[in-house]
């Protein structure tokens, strides 16, 4: 997979390189460049923002600014995700669907946005039949103060799903039994008392039937009381 991410603060990404992801760039699975968005403007100032037509507080991004940033890694089988709260929720289902795609590309507003004609240019039929398609996503109903942050959420949720990323890929088959990705049994480890709490007595004995039933039903009251 490749993940082009455009951003004003291109040190906010640079942990992408660390972990399990760095491991992952080592061995080819996903190859990920981040660029400064500056340097796709042509004045000296090298501006990225101007006021909102209509009035108003905030600045607005520049639609020649990200039209040329997104033409110069734009393919036939590109996503172009664009961060904001107001996007489609980021879910553990839209991870998976993502996690199938060749080529993501990740772009953070900052200040009030980018300019909307961003979005409707690459959801025109030209793109939409080289199978190019624009995602509005936001990864939570708050407000963050650009798309950076939002960026490497989903990096992380996504990159994790693909073969070869996780050391121990049957903690993701273990995953996929529930629909959502957040329903989780309570989980213990040595030693069998700590602080006067013992771990489950059903957990230690051996029964492999009676512990998956045990465990399902204590994902559901902690989904319940949680969620
Ligand atoms: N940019 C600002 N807030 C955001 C959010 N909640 N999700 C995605 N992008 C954002």
Redo the contacts with the bound molecule.
Sequence with gaps: MKIDAFTIFPDYLAPLKLSLLGKAQEKGIVDISIHDLRSFTSDNHNTVDDTPYGGGAGMVMLPEVWGKAIDSVLRDDSDIIV???A?VPFTQRVAEEFSQRSHLIFAC?RYEGIDDRVRQHYESDEYKTRGIRVHE????D???G??EV?TMVMVEAITRLMPGVLGNPSSLSEESHNDEGWVEYPNFTKPAQWRGISVPEILLSGNHGEIAKWRESQAILRAKKNR
């Excluded at 996503?137 to 939570?140: D, K, L, Q």
């Design positions: 961060l904001t709260p996007g507003g996503i936001s990864i939570g708050y407000v963050l650009g798309g939002a």
